[in-house]
């Protein structure tokens, strides 16, 4: 069985180092290269494996690759470069989304973790005007944020993502909501959430976390009336896309300083340079780094390799997407 690789070139031996390419080339007989373009290239390929990078697949290339059977994706989300022709043809599609969710999970945590503290405000006030005064010798404000213990949390999206950060949650004494509209309130409270509309959640939380899916229906869900919903000095955290949330509303809510934001994503992305977003105090702006970067990658390529494993074999893929998954997933 032939495969090939189409993903971005830098990537590629940090997902697949030497001993995963040749775990690799003991199931199916792959080249050493990264393909730049798919036209024309696809003729004996029955297992293709993406990544980051790879160009779109569309009917054009469907055309030129008669043996294709899978495509294995090395990534998180296959909107992006896969058409609805791939599952009309009935090739079969995985992806390392599970894999690529911990990172995004961990990354979530640490940040309601420093958020909760007020450590970018913190951080602002130090660099802006020197170290702020406190009740305590040494340590500013405190009591101003107690930390994440006793916090109400709102999760926007029980997704991949969203589960892994409410399970995280769970090691901390926190009141955790949830907003999906998949969801139940039985399976809320299986996941140890309460199941709340979206006003709801943004009048109670503290804490405000988004890992729900760009879709027509979530286009800036946190408008500009949800995010005046939220608390004094509540924190908004996003690892989702960037269009879920009004960007200009919180831009005015944050430079205010009502309002707090961690931001791994935006829109536009990235922000011009020079935006008031960048030097409002209590926000952070990080370059969409918290998916799988450096050692992580290799788990991307683990799971890949599983896959094609699973394939050959026929057995259950974990990470399949069907075509019906297209109207829910990020």
Do not use: M
């Given at each position: 069985m032939r495969a090939a690789f189409a993903m971005r070139g830098a990537l590629f031996g940090e997902i697949f180092p030497d001993d995963l390419r040749v775990r690799l080339a003991e199931l199916v007989d792959v080249p050493g290269t990264v393909l730049s373009g798919l036209r024309g290239t696809l003729g004996d390929v029955e297992v293709?494996?993406?990544?980051?990078?790879?160009?779109?697949?569309?009917?054009?290339?469907?055309?030129?690759?008669?043996?294709?059977?899978?495509?294995?994706?090395?990534?998180g989300s296959v909107k992006g470069h896969l058409t609805p022709e791939v599952f009309e043809r009935g090739i079969v599609v995985s992806s390392a989304a599970d894999a690529n969710a911990a990172p995004v999970a961990d990354y979530t945590m640490s940040m309601l973790v420093l958020a909760a503290k007020s450590v970018p405000r913190r951080i602002h006030a130090y660099a802006t005007g020197g170290w702020p005064a406190g009740p305590y010798p040494g340590v500013p404000n405190a009591g101003e944020a107690a930390g994440l213990g006793g916090a109400t949390v709102g999760v926007i999206g029980a997704s991949r993502i969203g589960r892994l950060v409410i399970e995280r949650l769970t090691s901390y004494r926190v009141t955790p909501l949830l907003t999906d509209p998949h969801v139940n309130a039985h399976q809320a409270r299986e996941l140890g959430c309460e199941l709340v509309e979206l006003d709801n959640l943004c009048?109670?939380?503290?804490?405000?976390?988004?890992?729900?899916?760009?879709?027509?229906?979530?286009?800036?869900?946190?408008?500009?009336?949800?995010?005046?919903?939220?608390?004094?000095?509540?924190?908004?955290?996003?690892?989702?896309?960037?269009?879920?949330?009004?960007t200009d509303a919180l831009t005015r809510e944050c430079a205010s300083g009502r309002l707090n934001a961690i931001l791994d994503v935006t829109d536009p992305e990235p922000l011009p340079a020079g935006h008031p977003l960048l030097a409002a105090?209590?926000?952070?702006?990080?370059?969409?780094?918290?998916?799988?970067?450096?050692?992580?990658?290799?788990?991307?390529?683990?799971?890949?390799?599983?896959?094609?494993?699973?394939?050959?074999?026929?057995?259950?893929?974990?990470?399949?997407?069907?075509?019906a998954d297209l109207l829910r997933i990020a």
């Open positions: 293709l494996i993406t990544g980051w990078g790879c160009p779109r697949v569309d009917a054009a290339v469907l055309d030129g690759a008669p043996r294709l059977r899978a495509i294995v994706h090395a990534a009048r109670r939380a503290n804490l405000v976390t988004i890992h729900a899916p760009a879709l027509p229906e979530t286009y800036q869900i946190l408008d500009k009336r949800r995010l005046g919903l939220l608390p004094d000095g509540a924190t908004l955290i996003n690892t989702a896309r960037g269009t879920l949330v009004d105090p209590g926000v952070w702006v990080t370059p969409h780094i918290s998916g799988a970067r450096g050692r992580e990658l290799r788990a991307l390529g683990e799971y890949a390799v599983g896959e094609i494993e699973r394939f050959i074999t026929g057995q259950p893929l974990r990470g399949q997407v069907r075509s």
